[in-house]
């Protein structure tokens, strides 16, 4: 295996990739698969509520880390940020936090494939497809940065193209195009447009908290990117009001056409789709079809994303000294191939569904990296919060920075309130019983004690401290 003597990443990115690239790592099984279960917990007009407020949030993180990034962009992103301008030990736990959780992340896609081939060959072999969905992610990431940006865009592209489809052909159904005209009718059913009070639309935060996730990619991949101070400022406009416009519009269509009472939301599969389901109202009799391969290109393209992020997450760890220094050597092409196969060792989890059952270890995949989401999130808006702060009390002018986050520092202490309060209620259900379900509450918070065994046995080995506002370095090489 050939690699070069440095260690630095090429900046090989632009403006189209880079969009493509935070639009790949949001658009997945989330939309795809999971939207429906939230109408049916939550009704329409709940479940709009949900995805509104919590894209509203996530404009405010991406607006954070967009400041943070144009002005020193880095592929360590918020761990860089953290341990500058809060404290080492946190930007430690972060990394390790993110890297794991994108790994983990991977892991779960490849799991998820052997459920979407399923779909096509029943009887086969979960450790035949996941084998072949690694090798694939794998040589898309091992090859070069510019073939992974490629194939991301590509991926990208062909799922923005069927949400597109999926909004007109439902539209078009709503307003009677070739039947009677549906309107509102699925909104004035049962007790909708809000269904099940403020718990159940508290769950479809959680799906929609699960949905957006992803767009923080946007902060790893700028340390790649070609002119970031351009570069980032335009990707955080267009990528997230495209991302916002496809869920809302996805989701309000989805509302109109299917009653939330429909027990098929409920069920989180192909041939149960929203999208399936709608499409199949517009006549198109292969619709289970042609989702499951969308839903295969998101498991792809999702896992393709994780890879490179985690690799780069782990390759900057190696950098600060915080890993083995292998991990940190690039090959001729750019790659840190040596973090990139530490990655792909912890994917292999995905074959334990060749012996556990595939529905058990994607239940647990998928919650354990949720929740690691939740918590970078929660670290891009204390990170913000204090490099804001630190450069106003150095006196420091705000015009030099090429991006400022709107809304300061409301919206990122608006950001913060929220991360909590989903970390905090992702299995909430767990408390409501009669009995407490210790089982649910394992699997859903076990990464909590995690990253605070990481900050807190940092802290104490390395006598770290918060940094001071006026100690906080700004110099960027």
Not at 55 to 60: S, T
Not at 191 to 213: C, E, K, R, T, Y
Not at 430 to 453: K, R
Request: a positive charge; glycine letters at 8%.
């Amino acid at each position: 295996m050939e690699t070069s003597a440095t260690t630095t990443l090429p900046r090989t990115f632009n403006t189209r990739t880079l969009n493509m690239i935070t639009l790949g790592g949001s658009i997945g099984t989330g939309i795809f698969l999971a939207s429906g279960n939230a109408i049916y917990f939550a009704g329409p007009g709940g479940t709009l509520l949900a995805y509104f407020i919590t894209g509203i949030m996530v404009y405010f993180l991406m607006s954070s880390l967009g400041e943070m990034a144009a002005f020193m962009p880095t592929t360590g992103s918020f761990y860089t940020y953290a341990s500058r301008f809060v404290d080492p030990a946190l930007g430690y736990a972060l990394a390790w936090n993110y890297w794991y959780g994108w790994a983990i992340t991977v892991a779960a896609e490849i799991s998820a494939s052997s459920l979407a081939m399923r779909f096509w060959f029943p009887n086969s072999s979960a450790l035949l497809w996941c084998t072949l969905f690694l090798t694939i992610i794998v040589g898309f990431n091992i090859l070069s940065a510019k073939i992974f940006g490629k194939t991301e865009y590509w991926f990208a592209l062909i799922k923005i193209t069927v949400i597109i489809l999926f909004i007109i052909f439902g539209i078009a159904t709503v307003i009677g195009v070739t039947q009677q005209p549906i309107g509102f009718k699925n909104w004035t059913i049962g007790d909708a447009p809000f269904h099940g009070g403020w718990l159940a639309i508290f769950s479809a935060f959680m799906i929609a908290g699960f949905s957006f996730q992803g767009t923080e990619l946007l902060g790893i991949a700028a340390g790649e990117s070609k002119n970031p101070d351009k570069v980032v400022p335009k990707a955080i406009k267009q990528v997230f009001w495209r991302i916002l416009l496809f869920f809302i519009l996805s989701i309000f269509v989805i509302s109109l056409l299917i009653p939330y009472t429909s027990t098929q939301l409920i069920d989180v599969n192909v041939v149960t789709s929203p999208f399936t389901l709608v499409f199949k109202q517009y006549g198109i009799s292969f619709a289970a079809a042609l989702i499951n391969a969308v839903v295969i290109i998101a498991i792809l393209s999702t896992g393709n994303s994780g890879m490179y992020v985690s690799s780069r997450m782990l390759w900057c760890l190696a950098k600060e000294g915080h890993a083995s220094s292998i991990f940190a050597k690039v090959s001729k092409r750019g790659i840190p191939v040596y973090a990139l196969i530490a990655t792909t060792l912890v994917a292999l989890l995905a074959f334990l569904s060749s012996f556990l059952g595939n529905g058990i270890v994607y239940f647990w995949l998928i919650n354990a990296a949720s929740l690691s989401g939740f918590i970078a999130w929660l670290g891009i808006a204390i990170s913000h919060y204090r490099f804001r702060k630190a450069y106003l009390k150095q006196g420091k002018d705000l015009t030099a920075l090429p991006y400022l986050a709107k809304g300061y520092p409301y919206s990122t202490l608006c950001s913060l309130m929220f991360c909590i309060f989903i970390i905090l209620g992702q299995n909430y259900q767990a408390f409501m019983g009669n009995n407490i379900d210790w089982h649910g509450i394992l699997i859903s918070y076990i990464g909590v004690p995690a990253f605070l065994l990481l900050w807190a046995g940092y802290k104490w080995i390395k006598k770290t401290k918060v940094i001071g506002l006026t100690e906080c370095d700004f110099e960027y090489q």
